[in-house]
């Protein structure tokens, strides 16, 4: 039975969390199996050396909600963060064995939306494979949960993240305004089938893979939060 009250303390107070065994490896398997199949060659594909993602991964791999969204899952993220919360952005991450990728340290301060709209507390708007980010008013970012399954053993040898705890308190903080002598940085390792849980507001980097593991995550997000009148979350998906 899961101490759902100890995870939302640490939540609320760290910014983060991991949580083993959500999911078996028979559940794992089958997700990594519906993921090779699938037709690489959308817009919403990047593929590089070094990465490869699928945006809007829920959409392109419709055949994956069943075995993510099921009924534990659901009781899991109703009971962790809310009844009211939806699903509004959804990623796959494949870090290869070889890669070089490095990310430094940030907070994630964009959300995809359905198009451009110049509007008050809405900034910073970037276009990616057609698709629009823009910064929300931060009452929208401080009710973002970030739900991160790890499909394979994770640790600092293979880009695990790497967070500095209750950062996220800040609100929005420039990374090279770390004091580290009153910080400390923590490595989420998270074992095949766990998640990670984490704010978006919170300080995480992650380093290259030097172990020769792949490193392959699901990344969603959920919020409970209406945009502008103007404007639509571009993958909202009711969590019911």
């Known amino acids: 039975m ?8 640490q939540l609320e107070s760290s910014g983060f969390t991991t949580i083993d065994h959500i999911f078996s490896n028979e559940q794992i398997e089958r997700m990594l199996k519906l993921i090779s199949q699938v037709d690489t060659s959308k817009g919403t594909f990047r593929k590089s050396i070094d990465l490869f993602a699928i945006r809007q991964f829920l959409k392109e791999v419709p ?3 069943k075995l993510i969204l099921n009924d534990e899952f659901k009781l899991f993220i109703h009971g962790l963060f809310g009844s009211d919360y939806f699903i509004v952005k959804s990623i796959y991450f494949d870090k290869p064995e070889q890669s070089n990728w490095f990310v430094s340290y940030h907070q994630d301060l964009t959300i995809s939306v359905d ?3 110049e509007l008050d507390d809405y900034s910073k708007w970037t276009v990616k494979q057609n698709q629009f980010s823009v910064q929300p008013p931060l009452d929208v970012l401080k009710q973002i949960y970030t739900v991160r399954i790890h499909l394979d053993d994770t640790d600092e040898n293979n880009g695990a993240l790497k967070v500095v705890p209750g950062s996220h308190l800040k609100d929005v903080f420039r990374p090279q305004d770390i004091d580290w002598s009153k910080e400390t940085e923590h490595i989420c390792a998270v074992p095949k089938g766990g998640v990670m849980i984490m704010k978006p507001l919170l300080l995480h980097s992650s380093s290259r893979t030097t172990n020769n593991n792949k490193r392959r995550v699901i990344h969603i997000e959920f919020c409970n939060q209406e945009l502008h009148e103007e404007l639509k979350w571009v993958e909202r998906i009711n969590f019911l």
């Open 63 to 65: 055949e994956i909600d």
């Open 115 to 117: 198009r451009k709209v």
């Open 2 to 9: 899961i101490n759902l009250d100890f995870y939302k303390s």
